[in-house]
């Protein structure tokens, strides 16, 4: 079998080199207990898959987050072109401690890639073509208390800078008032929480330095149907890129004709504070040049989950995750094939992005008729 191999930054066809793997990047020595691994079976998942995608699979550890006597170690990994020039995906999972389904199935689509890394010839050539980035597990420490929050009570969803402009639903918009109650935003004008901030970094780096590119952060919880959200979370007027997301969208439901997904603005259900995605899109309208960047959120109804089980409901763990078996694995088979998509959208985004301002301006009206009765047009 030939040996793949990728292209690097400012490289050619002709002068391709086989990537290096850094199973730990850190900037001092790590204190993880070396039990921590096997206290979270999402960690354990994630080292074996680490050690197996060496060399392609590149790991390194952002920060490590204290939880009881655990130190827990928040890993970034690379597939791919490393080149700025070629698009990029990102995937997201276990933002949330309780919406574990989220990082399993993150989990479970690197999973498919690794293990096909070893006989998949189609794979290793869209590999030249696209970089892959995972954070799979956000919030370490948020899993192994068993809570949404992270370990000093900050819910990482509503840590962003970014007010809402709009009237936002009590509590669940983000509050400040303690801790001690979900949807905490931390302390006014405190630095964001150390897993927030390294998804930002890790996003800034990978991502918001490419002409196009998408992101996937998946979670549970919201609702009967699964839901792909895009910003704003914290208004109800439309994003810069809309026509882009319309022509996404599009091309999505072309594909699979037969998907389950209601696609929408997340401000459609509700509004929040401090919203990290709308921080990072509005941090890449800031930048030069017309880049392209699509922040997505795959929400998982768990109510449907509830519906078939109503013992769930007695369960923290059952109210956000799918508990009998045969539901996780229909779950990891549904979803797998929403992030095969992206991968391929990414890969081809010349192809199907609106090229002409007038196709542009199409797309642009029609999805404002779709998403946004109260917008003129």
Same mark, same amino acid.
């Given at each position: 079998?030939?040996?793949?191999?990728?292209?690097?930054?400012?490289?050619?066809?002709?002068?391709?080199?086989?990537?290096?793997?850094?199973?730990?990047?850190?900037?001092?020595?790590?204190?993880?207990?070396?039990?921590?691994?096997?206290?979270?079976?999402?960690?354990?998942?994630?080292?074996?898959?680490?050690?197996?995608?060496?060399?392609?699979?590149?790991?390194?550890?952002?920060?490590?987050?204290?939880?009881?006597?655990?130190?827990?170690?928040?890993?970034?990994?690379?597939?791919?072109?490393?080149?700025?020039?070629?698009?990029?995906?990102?995937? +997201?999972?276990?933002? #949330?401690?309780?919406?574990? /389904?989220?990082?399993?199935?993150? @989990?479970?689509? %690197? *999973?498919?890639?690794?293990?096909?890394?070893?006989?998949?010839?189609?794979?290793?050539?869209?590999?030249?073509?696209?970089?892959?980035?995972?954070?799979?597990?956000?919030?370490?420490?948020?899993?192994?208390?068993?809570?949404?929050?992270?370990?000093?009570?900050?819910?990482?969803?509503?840590?962003?800078?970014?007010?809402?402009?709009?009237?936002?639903?009590?509590?669940?918009?983000?509050?400040?008032?303690?801790?001690?109650?979900?949807?905490?935003?931390?302390?006014?004008?405190?630095?964001?929480?150390?897993?927030?901030?390294?998804?930002?970094?890790?996003?800034?780096?990978?991502?918001?330095?490419?002409?196009?590119?998408?992101?996937?952060?998946?979670?549970?919880?919201?609702?009967?149907?699964?839901?792909?959200? +895009?910003?704003?979370? #914290?208004?109800?007027?439309? /994003?810069?890129?809309?026509?882009? @997301?319309?022509? %996404? *969208?599009?091309?999505?439901?072309?594909?699979?004709?037969?998907?389950?997904?209601?696609?929408?603005?997340?401000?459609?259900?509700?509004?929040?504070?401090?919203?990290?995605?709308?921080?990072?899109?509005?941090?890449?309208?800031?930048?030069?040049?017309?880049?392209?960047?699509?922040?997505?959120?795959?929400?998982?109804?768990?109510?449907?989950?509830?519906?078939?089980?109503?013992?769930?409901?007695?369960?923290?763990?059952?109210?956000?995750?799918?508990?009998?078996?045969?539901?996780?694995?229909?779950?990891?088979?549904?979803?797998?094939?929403?992030?095969?998509?992206?991968?391929?959208?990414?890969?081809?985004?010349?192809?199907?992005?609106?090229?002409?301002?007038?196709?542009?301006?199409?797309?642009?009206?029609?999805?404002?008729?779709?998403?946004?009765?109260?917008?003129?047009?």
């Amino acid at each position: 079998m030939m040996t793949p191999t990728f292209l690097t930054a400012g490289s050619t066809a002709d002068t391709l080199i086989r990537p290096t793997h850094d199973r730990r990047i850190v900037d001092a020595p790590s204190t993880i207990d070396p039990v921590t691994a096997t206290v979270l079976p999402q960690l354990t998942d994630l080292l074996e898959l680490i050690d197996e995608g060496a060399p392609y699979l590149q790991a390194r550890v952002l920060c490590e987050v204290q939880a009881g006597p655990h130190r827990f170690p928040v890993h970034a990994l690379t597939l791919g072109n490393p080149s700025p020039a070629v698009p990029a995906v990102g995937f +997201f999972g276990g933002v #949330h401690g309780l919406e574990r /389904i989220g990082a399993d199935v993150v @989990i479970a689509w %690197l *999973h498919n890639l690794v293990k096909r890394l070893s006989w998949d010839d189609s794979l290793h050539e869209q590999l030249k073509h696209v970089r892959l980035v995972f954070m799979p597990l956000v919030n370490p420490g948020g899993f192994w208390l068993g809570t949404r929050a992270n370990p000093n009570g900050v819910d990482l969803m509503r840590n962003a800078p970014v007010d809402a402009r709009e009237k936002v639903p009590f509590l669940i918009g983000g509050q400040r008032i303690s801790k001690g109650m979900p949807w905490y935003r931390g302390a006014e004008g405190a630095p964001m929480e150390a897993e927030a901030q390294a998804l930002c970094d890790f996003v800034d780096e990978e991502l918001l330095s490419r002409d196009f590119s998408v992101a996937v952060d998946c979670h549970s919880g919201f609702g009967t149907d699964d839901r792909i959200w +895009f910003p704003y979370a #914290h208004t109800t007027r439309p /994003i810069h890129h809309l026509a882009e @997301i319309h022509a %996404l *969208h599009a091309i999505f439901a072309k594909t699979h004709a037969h998907h389950p997904y209601v696609f929408e603005p997340q401000s459609v259900q509700y509004l929040t504070h401090g919203d990290i995605w709308d921080h990072l899109y509005l941090r890449a309208r800031s930048r030069p040049g017309d880049r392209v960047f699509l922040p997505l959120t795959l929400e998982m109804g768990s109510w449907m989950w509830i519906k078939k089980n109503p013992k769930q409901l007695f369960s923290r763990l059952g109210i956000f995750n799918p508990l009998i078996q045969h539901r996780v694995n229909r779950v990891m088979r549904r979803h797998i094939a929403l992030l095969d998509f992206l991968t391929r959208a990414a890969s081809g985004y010349q192809r199907w992005l609106p090229g002409s301002s007038a196709a542009r301006e199409q797309h642009r009206r029609t999805a404002l008729t779709r998403w946004y009765r109260q917008v003129s047009a």
